[in-house]
């Protein structure tokens, strides 16, 4: 439903359409014309056939490129709510020790062995929480409504995912070079320059044969071939580079994530002690409020971390099929230079 539903699906099927029909069209034109004497002539009969056929090619292509793209961002946007409700989890939990702490910071003065103003701390680290409780609250309402917006729900829908966060896992048989040589072949743009090319080639290919040799138009011809390679060649590096950055970035973040996996137990186990200080008397309210605030912002890290784990493990899966950044829906193939009657 939710891929059914998005507006970037809809243009590549309709961009996939027209290319087929252009196609069409470009096949009808090329069959009426029996004799060719001329490079307008060739163009029409050879060029623009072919020149239709890649675009078809591509479309189709792209409407495959467009539906893993709109998978992922979705993807993106549920591990983006997934994270704001374990924020949510993590400040009711905040709110919960608040609570005690005032409990016990109550009792104790009540008792006469602290003072008053270790209730008026608890007291200030209880609205304290209950207002980061109230924040991360509404970044779920944000993030509900971003996914309805993606998958075509109304945006008053209230949204809960299941389960807890998960951490995504990359595919153990693609390794950086593997990753690197499949999207330099199979790309979406790659694949749009490589057919540029193609054009480009058979262009000058007609120029050459329908026109007097080192005229303006075979010279020109050349020079689009030659821009058309060179294209060709950027879009394999930009592959190359991105596909580096988003592997880098995953590694990265599964250090982090590691990391503050092992803090966040220590800063429980903290919090855990400075509660039993202040409970037996040789303790500080000071030292329970930090360790409180400690706990819940490495919680908060780690929470994060994990949705930038997978948001890296996302990205690295676009970047094997498309450029990371933006959403292609039924580009065409080729640009002026492949279009070229002159």
Do not use: C, W
């Not at 971003?146 to 945006?155: D, I, K, S, T």
């Not at 008053?156 to 499949?182: C, F, H, S, W």
């Not at 290919?205 to 060649?233: C, G, I, K, W």
């Not at 950055?245 to 973040?253: E, P, Q």
């Amino acid at each position: 439903m939710a891929l059914e539903n998005n507006s970037l699906i809809k243009q590549a099927e309709l961009a996939r359409t027209r290319a087929g029909i252009e196609a069409e069209q470009a096949y009808e034109a090329a069959r009426r014309l029996e004799k060719v004497s001329s490079l307008s002539q060739a163009q029409v009969k050879y060029l623009a056939d072919m020149q239709k056929k890649l675009a078809l090619e591509i479309a189709d292509r792209s409407f495959e490129v467009t539906r893993e793209q709109v998978r992922l961002l979705i993807s993106k946007d549920y591990y983006a709510l997934v994270k704001a409700r374990a924020l949510v989890d993590a400040n009711k939990r905040a709110v919960e020790r608040a609570t005690q702490q005032l409990a016990q910071a109550r009792a104790a003065s009540t008792a006469g062995t602290v003072s008053r103003t270790d209730v008026l701390a608890a007291e200030a680290g209880l609205a304290r929480a209950r207002a980061d409780l109230a924040a991360a609250e509404n970044q779920v309402r944000t993030a509900e409504v971003e996914l309805a917006r993606q998958v075509g729900l109304p945006l008053n829908v209230a949204i809960k995912p299941e389960g807890v966060v998960e951490r995504l896992q990359l595919d153990a048989t693609v390794d950086l070079d593997t990753a690197i040589a499949e999207a330099q072949e199979k790309r979406l743009d790659v694949r749009q320059a490589v057919a540029s090319v193609e054009v480009a080639r058979e262009a000058h290919r007609l120029a050459v044969a329908y026109t007097a040799p080192n005229t303006f138009t075979s010279r020109l011809a050349e020079v689009d071939l030659r821009q058309a390679e060179l294209a060709l060649e950027d879009k394999k590096k930009q592959a190359a580079s991105e596909i580096t950055t988003a592997y880098l970035s995953v590694r990265a973040a599964q250090e982090a994530l590691d990391y503050l996996k092992a803090g966040l137990e220590q800063a429980r186990e903290n919090h855990r002690l400075a509660s039993l200080r202040y409970e037996v008397g040789v303790g500080t309210i000071l030292e329970v409020l930090q360790a409180s605030e400690q706990l819940l912002r490495i919680e908060s890290q780690y929470v994060e971390a994990l949705f930038n784990y997978n948001l890296a493990v996302l990205t690295f899966e676009t970047a094997r099929v498309a450029p990371v950044s933006g959403l292609s829906a039924g580009t065409s193939t080729g640009g002026s230079s492949s279009t070229s009657t002159r």
